[in-house]
């Protein structure tokens, strides 16, 4: 079983950047694919990014498509998402997640392991 730490958020202005970092423990990220999911306040969590276990496959959500890129580090056993040119829309708390079985999917119930989240505050 694999556990999962974010960090890297904060408050930011419009405009400006951040990078969340998702550490894990237990087992090998190189096993899953990793995905980036995020919660508005007030709706419902939405998928954000995910990447292959290879890292050659990425894919994003529209609203974000140019604007963020999710990465990962094989010898840090980390996943990253740098996010450039934020708008107040992006304030939400970010969360990555792990998926067993590699090929895509937007569903937050695809996936199998959840870190705790950490917030991001885009002002306008």
């Known amino acids: 079983q694999v556990q999962l730490v974010e960090s890297g958020g904060g408050l930011v202005q419009a405009g400006g950047s951040l990078r969340l970092s998702c550490a894990a423990s237990?087992?090998?990220?190189?096993?899953?694919?990793m995905g980036w999911f995020r919660r508005p306040p007030g709706k419902a969590r939405e998928f954000v990014a995910d990447i292959s276990r290879s890292g050659g496959s990425t894919d994003y959500a529209d609203s974000v498509k140019g604007r963020f890129t999710i990465s990962r580090d094989v010898a840090k056993n980390t996943v990253f998402l740098q996010m450039n040119n934020l708008k107040s829309e992006d304030t939400a708390v970010y969360s990555c997640?792990?998926?067993?079985?590699?090929?895509?999917?937007?569903?937050?119930?695809?996936?199998?392991?959840w870190g705790q989240g950490t917030q991001v505050t885009v002002s306008s």
């Open positions: 997640a792990a998926r067993v079985r590699d090929y895509y999917a937007s569903n937050r119930i695809a996936y199998d392991y």
């Open positions: 237990g087992r090998a990220l190189s096993n899953y694919r």
